[in-house]
């Protein structure tokens, strides 16, 4: 299995990072293909992988959603209840089924999750959590590289970290939940609550550290329900200066020494980090799930 | 592998439920040791094992905790942090070591957790969630019949569900964090805020709705952190009648709807249940986790 090459699609909102990669990861080929319908993108997408220099052996997809994900359902592959225009009921197998090779399909944070663990801020852990706060706020688990699911992939986001309305009286603005974590600390609740973004903000430590403070509810869930050996907090609103150590510093504070492990170090340093892959992660996790195709052959 | 027997222990903190069963999962005999020290029981728990009629071919735990349940550790099966004088650092196979078999020991509640998924209320998920609430609340995930676990067993009864202390004053007696899920809801807590134990309390509905409402909260962080296919909610705090109907509707208001699935009917009465065997889940949990050892060998 030395000649043949991983396929691997990186499917975002506004753009799709296509990848042509050796079995060793190495990328030989490489292209943006911006999000439109599928109708319109689909074609380009063929189009790249049909003039791969060499066969391509299997594929991977880490995508937006929500997306059917689990192996064993008929609808794999297929946006769910997207509000994107087009994208219900569309399908990778539509678009790479003529291929003939296998295709592994997982959620863009389970793939950037794969990409970090495989190759930056999560090696070496067994089970790794990597949360996304950017437009939305999403979190994958990875137990030894492979991401966890129940009936569905998470949605982590929607957890509701209790809000004090006399301490933070801006509602939220999830349109299921008003103020729950989404609704409180993606990059649009925050435009919509102090006009900029967070990290126009870093000198205001009060807001930072509301912010951190309800990521921090999510963080320690993460350690309660999950009991992973390291978080990662990534995406654009966690980039706000000051935030990361604001997320250490509330989530020591709630769990209060009550989870006794060396992984926990006492400031939470090497527990809670940032992402070391940065944009590269999502396509890293793609070409790994082409990988996992692979081994399922 | 027809001849044989496994050796099951329901370990608890009150007492000790040994049972040998045949392959199929009959039980060929079963007996009661009253939890002391170590140093008292396991010479108890030997000699029960040592009749044996026939050759034992495996042991299945399901203990009270702390304890390390990760088959990697050097510490498996050894109990860590518990304050239960003489436990610390106690391990299994100090007492079944001798027999020279396969050991897989696991928690209590992944225990009852796996006894509901084969026999009882779970029958038929593949990602399984049971919540006791009792003395204390525990939580155990399975995924096709095993426990997940991180670097730790899960801690779920320590999550925080955010008290409104203009509506519930009662401060919580989590030693840890005061208010969080288990220094609110379990036994002792309700007995030490109310002075009775909350079955005494169905008539009050606002009662019976606020420790719903803060059950609730575990309830939707498990659809949204594990995406279970069902919700098992036991244990003596449960069993309070109207309680399993308040954690429904106080789940779904939370969830709004946006988790749409067919499992997640409309009232939850299918997605949000008891248990269905009662004291039997956790020795036929432990026995599950024996046959768990035969297939590993």
């Known amino acids: 299995m030395t000649d043949g090459l991983i396929g691997a699609i990186e499917a975002g909102g506004t753009k799709f990072v296509c990848a042509l990669a050796r079995f060793d990861g190495a990328i030989v080929a490489r292209t943006r293909i911006a999000t439109r319908t599928p109708a319109e993108c689909f074609p380009d997408v063929a189009a790249f992988f049909a003039a791969a220099p060499a ?20 609808a794999y592959g297929t946006f769910t209840t997207t509000p994107k ?55 994958g688990v990875l137990r030894d590289g492979h991401a966890l699911m129940g009936f569905s992939h998470y949605e982590m986001g929607h957890i509701h970290p209790g809000r004090d309305a006399a301490i933070d009286p801006f509602a939220g603005d999830c349109p299921y939940h008003s103020d729950c974590l989404e609704g409180l600390v993606a990059g649009p609740a925050i435009i919509k609550r102090w006009g900029t ?35 990662i907090f990534g995406g654009g609103v966690a980039k706000a200066p000051g935030l990361i150590e604001a997320v250490r510093h509330r989530t020591a504070a709630r769990l209060n020494g009550y989870v006794k492990n060396p992984r926990l170090d006492p400031g939470l340093e090497t527990y809670i980090v940032t992402p070391r892959l940065g944009d590269d992660a999502g396509i890293t996790g793609a070409i790994e799930l082409g990988r996992h195709a692979l081994r399922q052959t």
Chains 1, 2 share one sequence.
């Open 55 to 74: 066969p391509i052996a299997a594929f991977g997809v880490a995508s937006f959603g929500p997306i059917d994900i689990d192996p064993a359902s008929p």
């Open 85 to 139: 225009p087009g994208w219900q009921g569309a399908r990778f197998h539509d678009v790479l089924g003529s291929f003939g090779v296998p295709i592994v399909v997982d959620t863009d944070v389970n793939g950037a999750a794969i990409g970090e663990w495989l190759q930056g801020a999560g090696q070496g852990t067994r089970t790794l959590a990597y949360t996304t706060i950017g437009t939305g706020v999403g979190t």
């Open 197 to 231: 973004s967070l990290d126009q903000l870093a000198d205001d430590r009060a807001k930072i550290d509301l912010i951190g403070g309800y990521i921090a509810d999510l963080a320690a869930n993460l350690v309660l329900m999950h009991m992973p050996d390291r978080l």
